[in-house]
Protein backbone atom coordinates (compact mmCIF):
# COMPACT_ATOMS: atom_id res chain seq x y z
CA UNK A 1 0.00 0.00 0.00
CA UNK A 2 3.07 2.07 0.58
CA UNK A 3 4.72 1.91 -2.15
CA UNK A 4 1.58 3.06 -4.23
CA UNK A 5 0.75 5.73 -2.14
CA UNK A 6 4.90 6.60 -2.55
CA UNK A 7 4.69 6.69 -6.12
CA UNK A 8 1.44 8.40 -6.54
CA UNK A 9 3.02 11.21 -4.08
CA UNK A 10 6.17 11.50 -6.73
CA UNK A 11 4.55 11.28 -9.69
CA UNK A 12 1.77 13.72 -8.84
CA UNK A 13 4.46 16.36 -7.48
CA UNK A 14 6.55 15.74 -10.39
CA UNK A 15 3.27 17.13 -12.65
CA UNK A 16 2.04 19.46 -9.75
CA UNK A 17 5.37 21.43 -10.06
CA UNK A 18 5.30 20.72 -13.74
CA UNK A 19 2.04 22.61 -14.58
CA UNK A 20 2.55 25.19 -11.56
CA UNK A 21 5.54 26.39 -13.87
CA UNK A 22 2.93 26.79 -16.46
CA UNK A 23 3.85 23.06 -18.40
CA UNK A 24 1.69 20.90 -20.28
CA UNK A 25 1.40 17.43 -18.89
CA UNK A 26 0.50 15.90 -22.45
CA UNK A 27 3.81 17.20 -23.38
CA UNK A 28 5.15 14.90 -21.36
CA UNK A 29 3.76 11.80 -23.11
CA UNK A 30 5.79 10.95 -25.77
CA UNK A 31 5.58 7.49 -26.77
CA UNK A 32 8.32 6.97 -28.34
CA UNK A 33 10.54 7.80 -25.27
CA UNK A 34 8.51 5.14 -23.34
CA UNK A 35 9.10 2.48 -25.73
CA UNK A 36 12.47 3.18 -26.10
CA UNK A 37 13.32 3.53 -22.64
CA UNK A 38 11.06 0.18 -21.43
CA UNK A 39 12.62 -1.92 -24.42
CA UNK A 40 15.82 -1.54 -23.64
CA UNK A 41 15.21 -1.56 -20.19
CA UNK A 42 13.19 -5.03 -20.42
CA UNK A 43 15.71 -6.36 -22.84
CA UNK A 44 18.84 -5.46 -20.39
CA UNK A 45 17.21 -7.54 -17.92
CA UNK A 46 16.50 -10.61 -20.26
CA UNK A 47 19.58 -10.63 -20.92
CA UNK A 48 21.21 -10.10 -17.37
CA UNK A 49 19.12 -12.85 -15.69
CA UNK A 50 18.22 -16.61 -16.41
CA UNK A 51 14.69 -17.18 -16.71
CA UNK A 52 13.91 -18.33 -12.95
CA UNK A 53 15.65 -14.50 -11.57
CA UNK A 54 13.24 -12.72 -14.11
CA UNK A 55 10.46 -14.26 -12.66
CA UNK A 56 11.68 -14.38 -8.96
CA UNK A 57 12.04 -10.47 -9.68
CA UNK A 58 8.92 -10.02 -10.95
CA UNK A 59 7.21 -11.71 -7.79
CA UNK A 60 9.32 -9.82 -5.54
CA UNK A 61 8.72 -6.57 -7.36
CA UNK A 62 4.82 -7.30 -6.45
CA UNK A 63 5.55 -8.87 -3.16
CA UNK A 64 6.14 -4.90 -2.58
CA UNK A 65 2.67 -3.70 -3.30
CA UNK A 66 1.41 -6.28 -0.59
CA UNK A 67 4.18 -5.72 2.53
CA UNK A 68 5.80 -8.12 4.28
CA UNK A 69 4.36 -11.24 4.93
CA UNK A 70 6.62 -12.23 8.39
CA UNK A 71 5.01 -10.27 11.09
CA UNK A 72 4.33 -10.39 15.09
CA UNK A 73 1.46 -13.40 13.85
CA UNK A 74 3.32 -15.06 11.62
CA UNK A 75 6.11 -14.88 14.32
CA UNK A 76 3.88 -16.78 17.11
CA UNK A 77 2.77 -19.15 14.61
CA UNK A 78 6.16 -20.33 14.02
CA UNK A 79 7.21 -20.31 17.66
CA UNK A 80 4.48 -22.20 18.37
CA UNK A 81 5.37 -24.44 15.68
CA UNK A 82 9.11 -24.84 17.14
CA UNK A 83 7.47 -25.74 20.34
CA UNK A 84 5.04 -28.50 18.87
CA UNK A 85 7.82 -30.37 17.12
CA UNK A 86 10.33 -29.99 19.81
CA UNK A 87 7.57 -31.45 22.37
CA UNK A 88 6.87 -34.22 19.70
CA UNK A 89 10.29 -35.06 19.22
CA UNK A 90 10.54 -35.54 23.04
CA UNK A 91 7.44 -37.30 23.55
CA UNK A 92 7.81 -39.95 20.88
CA UNK A 93 11.80 -39.51 20.14
CA UNK A 94 13.48 -38.10 16.73
CA UNK A 95 12.99 -40.91 14.83
CA UNK A 96 9.11 -40.13 14.54
CA UNK A 97 9.54 -36.57 12.74
CA UNK A 98 10.72 -38.58 9.52
CA UNK A 99 7.57 -38.69 8.30
CA UNK A 100 6.82 -35.08 8.97
CA UNK A 101 10.25 -33.39 7.84
CA UNK A 102 10.00 -35.75 4.44
CA UNK A 103 6.37 -34.42 3.27
CA UNK A 104 5.74 -31.22 5.24
CA UNK A 105 2.67 -30.38 3.60
CA UNK A 106 1.03 -33.35 4.49
CA UNK A 107 2.33 -33.22 8.12
CA UNK A 108 -0.20 -33.29 10.99
CA UNK A 109 2.48 -30.99 12.38
CA UNK A 110 3.37 -28.81 9.94
CA UNK A 111 -0.40 -28.25 7.86
CA UNK A 112 -1.51 -26.52 10.82
CA UNK A 113 0.60 -23.29 9.56
CA UNK A 114 0.15 -22.22 6.50
CA UNK A 115 2.02 -19.02 6.64
CA UNK A 116 5.11 -21.46 7.55
CA UNK A 117 4.51 -23.38 4.64
CA UNK A 118 4.09 -20.38 2.44
CA UNK A 119 7.86 -19.52 3.25
CA UNK A 120 9.26 -22.16 1.31
CA UNK A 121 13.56 -21.48 2.28
CA UNK A 122 12.21 -21.68 6.06
CA UNK A 123 10.30 -25.21 5.11
CA UNK A 124 13.47 -26.58 3.71
CA UNK A 125 15.57 -25.31 6.35
CA UNK A 126 13.80 -26.64 9.15
CA UNK A 127 13.06 -29.85 7.33
CA UNK A 128 16.73 -30.54 6.41
CA UNK A 129 18.28 -29.32 9.63
CA UNK A 130 15.75 -32.04 11.52
CA UNK A 131 17.14 -34.41 9.17
CA UNK A 132 20.82 -33.75 9.92
CA UNK A 133 19.41 -33.97 13.61
CA UNK A 134 17.79 -37.61 12.66
CA UNK A 135 20.74 -38.99 11.31
CA UNK A 136 22.73 -38.30 14.67
CA UNK A 137 26.39 -37.74 15.48
CA UNK A 138 26.48 -34.38 14.53
CA UNK A 139 28.01 -31.96 17.21
CA UNK A 140 25.74 -28.77 18.06
CA UNK A 141 28.66 -26.78 16.35
CA UNK A 142 28.91 -28.48 13.31
CA UNK A 143 25.75 -27.90 12.89
CA UNK A 144 25.78 -24.22 13.22
CA UNK A 145 28.67 -23.99 10.44
CA UNK A 146 26.08 -26.23 8.74
CA UNK A 147 22.79 -23.86 8.80
CA UNK A 148 25.22 -21.08 8.55
CA UNK A 149 26.27 -22.26 4.99
CA UNK A 150 22.80 -23.07 4.24
CA UNK A 151 21.61 -19.00 5.43
CA UNK A 152 24.89 -17.57 3.33
CA UNK A 153 23.23 -19.81 0.57
CA UNK A 154 19.29 -18.32 0.85
CA UNK A 155 20.61 -14.57 1.47
CA UNK A 156 22.30 -14.43 -1.33
CA UNK A 157 19.56 -15.85 -3.56
CA UNK A 158 17.04 -13.66 -1.85
CA UNK A 159 19.09 -10.30 -2.44
CA UNK A 160 19.41 -11.75 -6.62
CA UNK A 161 16.42 -9.24 -7.64
CA UNK A 162 16.62 -7.01 -5.19
CA UNK A 163 20.29 -6.37 -6.72
CA UNK A 164 19.37 -6.80 -10.29
CA UNK A 165 16.62 -3.96 -9.78
CA UNK A 166 19.20 -1.98 -8.45
CA UNK A 167 21.28 -2.26 -11.76
CA UNK A 168 18.17 -1.09 -13.40
CA UNK A 169 17.58 1.76 -11.52
CA UNK A 170 21.36 2.62 -12.00
CA UNK A 171 21.36 2.26 -15.98
CA UNK A 172 17.89 4.22 -16.29
CA UNK A 173 19.45 7.63 -16.37
CA UNK A 174 22.35 6.35 -19.07
CA UNK A 175 19.33 5.01 -21.20
CA UNK A 176 17.12 7.71 -20.79
CA UNK A 177 20.38 9.82 -22.57
CA UNK A 178 20.05 6.91 -25.49
CA UNK A 179 16.61 7.55 -26.01
CA UNK A 180 17.31 11.76 -25.97
CA UNK A 181 20.37 11.27 -28.44
CA UNK A 182 18.05 9.43 -30.77
CA UNK A 183 15.41 12.11 -30.38
CA UNK A 184 18.12 14.91 -31.11
CA UNK A 185 19.25 12.54 -34.26
CA UNK A 186 16.04 13.05 -35.39
CA UNK A 187 15.42 16.36 -34.69
CA UNK A 188 18.90 17.31 -36.71
CA UNK A 189 16.57 15.66 -39.61
CA UNK A 190 13.99 18.14 -39.36
CA UNK A 191 15.87 21.13 -38.42
CA UNK A 192 14.17 22.66 -42.02
CA UNK A 193 11.13 22.48 -41.24
CA UNK A 194 10.92 25.38 -38.54
CA UNK A 195 11.66 26.39 -35.36
CA UNK A 196 8.19 25.24 -34.04
CA UNK A 197 8.90 21.72 -35.31
CA UNK A 198 12.57 21.44 -33.75
CA UNK A 199 11.25 22.67 -30.44
CA UNK A 200 8.85 20.01 -30.86
CA UNK A 201 11.56 17.47 -31.00
CA UNK A 202 13.65 18.51 -28.85
CA UNK A 203 11.05 18.97 -26.19
CA UNK A 204 10.46 14.94 -26.99
CA UNK A 205 13.87 14.08 -26.62
CA UNK A 206 14.57 15.93 -23.00
CA UNK A 207 11.69 13.71 -21.77
CA UNK A 208 13.72 10.71 -22.33
CA UNK A 209 16.68 12.55 -20.03
CA UNK A 210 14.02 13.65 -17.89
CA UNK A 211 11.85 9.69 -17.60
CA UNK A 212 15.27 8.13 -16.93
CA UNK A 213 16.38 9.64 -14.10
CA UNK A 214 13.05 9.98 -12.45
CA UNK A 215 12.62 6.43 -12.69
CA UNK A 216 15.64 5.77 -11.18
CA UNK A 217 15.79 8.03 -8.01
CA UNK A 218 11.83 8.01 -8.03
CA UNK A 219 10.40 5.03 -8.32
CA UNK A 220 13.08 1.59 -9.10
CA UNK A 221 15.94 2.61 -6.82
CA UNK A 222 13.02 2.96 -4.09
CA UNK A 223 11.80 -0.57 -5.41
CA UNK A 224 15.05 -1.87 -5.31
CA UNK A 225 15.87 -1.03 -1.86
CA UNK A 226 12.30 -2.22 -0.57
CA UNK A 227 13.02 -5.43 -2.16
CA UNK A 228 16.19 -5.75 -0.26
CA UNK A 229 14.66 -5.09 2.99
CA UNK A 230 12.11 -7.52 2.75
CA UNK A 231 14.47 -10.42 1.89
CA UNK A 232 16.19 -9.30 5.04
CA UNK A 233 12.65 -9.87 6.98
CA UNK A 234 13.00 -13.36 5.41
CA UNK A 235 16.50 -13.73 6.86
CA UNK A 236 15.47 -12.99 9.88
CA UNK A 237 12.72 -15.14 10.55
CA UNK A 238 15.21 -17.84 9.06
CA UNK A 239 17.19 -17.10 11.93
CA UNK A 240 14.77 -17.79 14.39
CA UNK A 241 14.61 -21.08 13.45
CA UNK A 242 18.36 -21.05 13.75
CA UNK A 243 18.77 -20.31 16.99
CA UNK A 244 15.32 -23.03 18.52
CA UNK A 245 16.98 -25.67 16.50
CA UNK A 246 20.57 -25.35 17.74
CA UNK A 247 19.27 -24.55 21.29
CA UNK A 248 17.00 -28.04 21.11
CA UNK A 249 20.10 -29.26 19.62
CA UNK A 250 22.43 -28.68 22.69
CA UNK A 251 19.75 -30.24 24.72
CA UNK A 252 17.94 -27.51 26.32
CA UNK A 253 13.78 -28.36 27.07
CA UNK A 254 11.53 -27.47 24.17
CA UNK A 255 10.72 -24.22 25.99
CA UNK A 256 13.83 -22.80 26.77
CA UNK A 257 14.88 -23.69 23.04
CA UNK A 258 11.77 -21.86 21.90
CA UNK A 259 12.70 -18.67 23.83
CA UNK A 260 15.70 -18.53 22.60
CA UNK A 261 13.84 -18.17 19.01
CA UNK A 262 12.03 -16.05 20.22
CA UNK A 263 14.68 -14.07 22.16
CA UNK A 264 16.43 -13.64 18.34
CA UNK A 265 13.34 -11.62 16.81
CA UNK A 266 13.74 -8.24 15.94
CA UNK A 267 11.96 -5.83 19.10
CA UNK A 268 9.21 -4.36 16.30
CA UNK A 269 8.13 -8.04 16.22
CA UNK A 270 8.89 -9.95 18.76
CA UNK A 271 5.85 -11.31 20.66
CA UNK A 272 6.49 -11.35 24.66
CA UNK A 273 7.29 -13.75 26.72
CA UNK A 274 3.52 -14.12 27.84
CA UNK A 275 1.76 -13.56 24.19
CA UNK A 276 3.60 -16.88 23.38
CA UNK A 277 3.06 -18.82 26.30
CA UNK A 278 -0.82 -17.77 25.47
CA UNK A 279 -0.48 -18.76 21.84
CA UNK A 280 0.88 -22.36 22.54
CA UNK A 281 -2.53 -23.04 24.73
CA UNK A 282 -4.70 -22.09 21.39
Do not use: W
Not at 211 to 229: E, N
Amino acid sequence: MFVIIGIVVVLGSMLGGFMMAGGNPLTLLQVSEFVTIGGVILGSILIANPLPTVIKIVKDMLGTLKGPSVNKAAYLDLLKLLYEVFQFSKREGLIALESHVENPTSSSIFSKYPSFLANHHAVDFLCDTLKVLLSGGVPAHDLDELMDTDLERIHEEEHVPSAQMQVVADAFPGIGIVAAVLGIIVTMGSIDQGAAAVGHHVGAALVGTFLGVLMSYGIVGPIASLMGTYANIEGKYIMVIKAAVLSYAKGAPSNVAVEFGRRSIDPANRPTFKETEEHYRK
